[in-house]
């Protein structure tokens, strides 16, 4: 589990983020969701150490200043929403996912490379895998970089915009990844613009306003406060069952 208490992170005395009291389970995925400027890229970067903070965060029982990086890379990945594009191959970035548990060498052993083949197969790159970055699509880096941080094998994954420069159809597949993670038992937090979607894919919704959260709870449950939401996002989000029995949510006015 992830645990925030009395976290307040600011950037120029201007407040970020803050929240007395947050917490995020292994096995569920949770969509943060907010306009730009409420905070979500503050409150992921804070958990995996990138920001400094006021407060506390508890990962698996641990503060998180008490780790050191890469034992903290040990428990936490994170994707960030723009990836730089280096010169290598889609094995070699993936592989950089197993660097947190490898010594001086550097040297990948057994249950490392069956790690990176089974998060380049759930991504659906290990036929690119000999591929160089710079020869594949902006979709496809995307998901080359999030197979380096399934790889990397951590009870929790962030992600921030995970979606971003994929089409429809795969940001609709990288959806259904994330789901396979949570079912694995490992805790998946990632940001988004896209509400239906996420409202979709997630067990838990946590909706930011202005750096503070203004809601927390099951998708169902904060789609039913539609004032809420309208004042919040701008638009209401409605819950509709579909063929499949299987809830899915659309804005409305």
């Not at 950037?11 to 979500?40: H, M, Q, R």
């Not at 409150?43 to 508890?58: A, P, Q, R, T």
């Not at 069956?114 to 380049?120: D, F, K, M, T, W």
């Amino acid at each position: 589990m992830i645990e925030i208490k009395n976290i307040k992170c600011a950037y120029d005395g201007k407040i970020a983020f803050e929240a007395e009291n947050l917490f995020f389970e292994e096995g569920k995925i949770t969509a943060v969701v907010g306009l730009n400027g409420s905070g979500k890229s503050t409150l992921l970067k804070s958990i995996v150490g990138i920001n400094f903070y006021e407060g506390m965060i508890l990962i698996d029982g641990k503060n998180a200043n008490s780790l050191g990086h890469k034992k903290r890379a040990r428990f936490v990945s994170y994707l960030p929403q723009i990836s730089p594009l280096v010169n290598m191959d889609v094995l070699t970035l993936v592989s950089h996912g197993r660097f947190p548990y490898l010594g001086y060498s550097k040297i990948l052993g057994k249950e490392d490379l069956s790690l990176v083949e089974n998060a380049l197969k759930l991504t659906d790159l290990w036929e690119l895998r000999s591929k160089n970055l710079t020869e594949i699509s902006g979709g496809e880096r995307q998901r080359a970089y999030l197979a380096m941080v399934i790889a990397q094998n951590t009870k929790f994954i962030l992600l921030d915009e995970p979606a971003t420069y994929m089409d429809i159809k795969h940001q609709i597949e990288i959806m259904e990844i994330l789901k396979k993670i949570a079912k694995e038992g490992r805790g998946v937090i990632f940001s988004s613009h896209d509400l239906p979607q996420s409202f979709s894919t997630c067990d838990t919704v946590c909706l930011l306003q202005k750096g503070r959260i203004a809601a927390f709870g099951r998708p169902e449950e904060i789609a039913l406060d539609s004032e809420k939401m309208k004042n919040v996002m701008g638009f209401k989000v409605e819950k509709i069952e579909s063929e499949s029995a299987v809830y899915r949510f659309n804005l409305c006015k």
